[in-house]
């Protein structure tokens, strides 16, 4: 089945430091991947996406590479702020996986003024 | 355009209770898909409507169930509520292509607490 894993434990960086998430992946056919983020208290907000390998997703700084050689899809971002404090999680679907999401864990970052 | 939205925000429920959970989907979508998100861990897949049948469902037991009705807006209804079930309930909405891997849209969610 469609699985999808994120590297372990809270990340905690400084302002304006480089923040990359691990994020790898198994899946049936074809998926689409996805980053979500969730700040404290609310739902998922969709962060970027990718439908098709070598895509690349970017928004608000934050950018992923669809990577099929390496079924990886890492997060990353050149300068962080505190206001990207949140949770991140990876995502696929893929309409031969019964086009239904699968999380990873998620990763807790804090960013320090 | 409103987005997806989801009624009501925060509940708490004595165990063996029942609840019910509301989604009204994105304009133009019609599918919808619930999701369990305990505290910590990533959202897990309850159960899926379109055309208002359950078309998939993740691994959970009977005691969770839904409904769409023709409008697409879809209710989750947990009975014999445990201290388990106590999370985050998300709904997630999408258009049916057929053939393509779909967008999903979240609502804000239901924080249900079972004491």
């Known amino acids: 089945g469609n699985s999808v894993t994120q590297m372990e434990g809270p990340v905690t960086l400084s302002e304006e430091a480089f923040l990359t998430i691990n994020c790898t992946y198994t899946a049936t056919g074809y998926p689409s991947l996805f980053w979500y983020v969730q700040y404290p208290g609310e739902g998922l907000q969709l962060l970027l996406k990718?439908?098709?390998?070598?895509d690349k997703g970017s928004n608000k700084g934050f950018e992923a590479t669809y990577r099929k050689e390496t079924t990886s899809f890492h997060l990353e971002k050149g300068s962080v702020q505190v206001s990207d404090s949140a949770v991140y999680f990876c995502?696929?679907?893929?309409?031969?996986?019964?086009?239904?999401?699968?999380f990873g864990k998620g990763n807790q970052v804090v960013v320090i003024p | 355009d409103a987005g997806v939205t989801q009624s009501p925000t925060h509940l708490i429920k004595t165990r063996g209770q029942q609840v019910t959970l509301r989604c009204s989907p994105k304009s133009g979508h019609d599918t919808v898909s619930w999701y369990q998100q305990a505290l910590g861990q990533g959202p897990q897949f309850i159960f899926q409507?379109?055309?208002?049948?359950?078309?998939q469902r993740g691994n959970f037991p009977d005691r969770f169930s839904g409904h769409q009705y023709p409008n697409y807006s879809s209710e989750l209804n947990v009975n014999a509520l445990l201290l388990g079930d106590s999370a985050l309930y998300l709904c997630?909405?999408?258009?049916?292509?057929?053939?393509?891997?779909?967008?999903?849209?979240f609502g804000q969610g239901t924080r249900l607490t079972v004491v």
């Open positions: 409507y379109y055309e208002e049948e359950e078309r």
């Open positions: 990718a439908t098709k390998a070598d």
């Open positions: 997630a909405s999408s258009l049916n292509t057929g053939t393509e891997n779909t967008e999903a849209f």
């Open positions: 995502a696929l679907i893929s309409y031969y996986g019964n086009n239904r999401l699968a």
